[in-house]
Each structure stands twice: as C-alpha cells, then as structure tokens.
C-alpha cells in the first residue's frame, strides 16, 4: 500500500504562482509513474502533468509552459510547480501513482493506483 499526502495549495490572486508537494510513503518510489490530475467543483477529473520514473514529463495543453513537474526521489516527492495561475486552474489538485507496470508515464486516471486525498487551488480574478 503507498500512501500519498499533498500540500502546498491554498488561495492566490491571477498570475500568482504555487509549488505543490506529494510525498508518497514505502520504498519503491523511485520506480514509480507520478502524475497530477486536477478536479473543478462539477467537472470531470483531469489530467494536469505526469512524470516516468525516469523523470520524463508530460502536460496538459492547457498547462503547458505554465506548469513544471518534478520528481526528488531522494525525498519520495513530486513537485508541481505552477506559474501564471488562471482562475480557471482553480480545482482539487489530486496526486496519483503508478507502480510501475507501464513503459511509458500514463496520462488516464484509469492507470493510476494510488491517489492523495487531495489540495485545494483557488485562483481569484
């Protein structure tokens, strides 16, 4: 079982930035697919930005050039930097790992395994 733990989140103005954090329990992490995946009140869940275990990332559109993933394996942590915050980047930011199974870093909520419970990103105009 990995346990993941968010934090970081909180209530900025439009052009603000925010770093979020997720560190993930156990000691496989460094074999470990980690991805970020955002959820705004009556919406679907979405994918924002994932990370191989290699360090290879992959973005949204709407985030590209906007967000950063990165990964410090040493501390079991994904990073989730995000720059230029839009009102519409304001959702339940949710952390999701996957152990591993795939060659290449999954981008479907489907194939993740684990989640975070989640950190609150409002963004005010």
């Known amino acids: 079982q990995v346990q993941l733990v968010e934090c970081g989140g909180g209530l900025v103005q439009a052009g603000d930035s925010l770093r979020l954090s997720c560190t993930a329990s156990?000691?496989?992490?460094?074999?470990?697919?980690m991805g970020w995946f955002r959820q705004a009140p009556g919406k679907e869940r979405e994918f924002v930005a994932a990370?191989?275990?290699?360090?290879?990332?992959d973005y949204a559109d709407s985030v590209k050039g906007r967000f950063t993933i990165s990964r410090d394996n040493a501390k079991n942590t994904v990073y989730l930097q995000m720059n230029s915050l839009k009102p519409e980047d304001t959702a339940v930011y949710y952390c999701?790992?996957?152990?591993?199974?795939?060659?290449?870093?999954?981008?479907?909520?489907?194939?993740?395994?684990?989640w975070g419970q989640g950190t609150q990103v409002t963004v005010s105009s």
């Open positions: 156990g000691r496989r992490f460094s074999g470990y697919h």
């Open positions: 990370i191989s275990w290699s360090g290879g990332p």
């Open positions: 999701a790992a996957e152990i591993g199974r795939t060659a290449t870093v999954p981008l479907e909520l489907y194939e993740y395994d684990y």
